[in-house]
C-alpha cells in the first residue's frame, strides 16, 4: 500500500492531468454547464422536502426549518457520492486504450473520477452555503468539525470507487448493480429524514458507515452541536480498513487488468 501512494505521489501532475480532463469532458459539451452541479442536489432537496413534509402531515406536525436545512445540508454530499461512485466504477472501462496501451498507475483512474465529482461538490457547497444564509442557521465553533467530516466522506468514496473499478472489470454486472445500489441506497441512509426518526432502530441504519458522516455534516452545520462521537469513530475506522483492503486488493489484480478489458 505504501508503494501505491508513493508512486501516486510521485504522479500527481499525472492525476491533476486527468481530473481536469475528466472535468472538461463532463462541461464542455453541456447547455447548462456547472449549473449541472446544482441539478442532482435540487433534485434530492426537492424530494427531501415532500418526505419531511409527508412525515410532518402524518404525525400532524408542523415541518421543521432545521429538518429541511438537514436535508439540504446531506444532499450535496450524497450527490457527489453518487456521482462519484457511478464514474468512479467505469473509470478503467472508459479508459481501457490507456490501461492496455501505457503504464502509468492504474489508481489514477477512478481516484481522477471522485476529485472530478468533488469539483461538482465544491460547486454545491455554494448553492448550501447560500441556503443556510437565507435560513439564517448562524455560525458555531462546531463547525470545526466540518473539515474532518467531509474529508471521511471523500476517503470512504473513493475507497468505494476503487474496488469498484477494480471490479468492474472481471465481472461487468457490478457496474449494474452498482446503478441498482444507488438508486435505492438513499432510502436506507439518513439522507431525507434523521436516523433519531426510527428510535431503537437508528443503530441499524448508522451501521452504513455513509449514515455517520451526514448525521455529523447536518448537525455541526444545522443544529450546532457536536457530531455522535462513538459513532464517528465508528465511521472513520472503516472508512480506514475500506481503503487498506480497496488499495491492496486493486494493487493485486492489477497486472490482470490489460487482459481483462
Not at 500527481?12 to 480532463?21: A, S, V
Not at 454547464?33 to 434530492?44: E, S, V
Not at 471490479?167 to 449494474?176: G, I, T, W
Not at 487498506?244 to 486493486?250: A, C, E, G, K, T
Request: hydrophobic share 60%.
Amino acid at each position: 500500500m505504501g508503494a501505491a501512494i508513493r508512486e501516486l505521489i510521485a504522479r500527481r501532475d499525472l492525476l491533476f492531468m486527468m481530473t481536469w480532463r475528466d472535468i472538461r469532458v463532463k462541461y464542455k459539451q453541456s447547455v447548462m454547464g456547472m449549473l449541472w452541479a446544482f441539478l442532482m442536489p435540487i433534485i434530492i432537496v426537492c424530494a427531501g422536502f415532500i418526505v419531511r413534509y409527508a412525515l410532518a402531515s402524518a404525525s400532524g406536525k408542523a415541518v421543521d426549518m432545521a429538518d429541511l436545512t438537514g436535508v439540504a445540508v446531506k444532499a450535496a454530499p450524497w450527490a457527489f457520492f453518487v456521482s462519484a461512485l457511478r464514474f468512479g466504477t467505469n473509470s478503467m472501462t472508459s479508459n481501457w486504450q490507456l490501461v492496455t496501451k501505457i503504464y502509468l498507475p492504474r489508481l489514477i483512474f477512478p481516484l481522477a473520477a471522485v476529485l472530478s465529482a468533488l469539483f461538482d461538490l465544491a460547486i454545491a457547497a455554494i448553492g448550501v452555503t447560500f441556503f443556510l444564509v437565507i435560513a439564517r442557521t448562524g455560525l458555531s465553533v462546531h463547525l470545526l468539525w466540518l473539515p474532518l467530516l467531509v474529508g471521511a466522506f471523500v476517503v470512504l468514496t473513493a475507497s468505494l470507487a476503487i474496488l469498484f473499478s477494480a471490479a468492474s472489470l472481471f465481472l461487468r454486472d457490478v457496474k449494474y448493480l452498482v446503478d441498482v445500489f444507488l438508486t435505492f441506497a438513499i432510502f436506507f441512509t439518513p439522507v431525507f429524514y434523521d436516523a433519531s426518526l426510527f428510535g431503537k432502530l437508528a443503530p441499524l441504519l448508522l451501521l452504513n458507515p455513509v449514515s455517520p458522516l451526514l448525521e455529523g455534516m447536518a448537525a455541526v452545520t444545522v443544529r450546532h452541536v457536536n457530531p455522535s462521537i462513538p459513532w464517528l469513530a465508528y465511521s472513520c475506522a472503516a472508512t480506514g480498513v475500506l481503503l487498506v483492503l480497496s488499495i491492496l486488493m486493486f494493487r493485486k489484480l492489477e497486472p490482470r487488468f490489460a487482459e481483462s478489458i
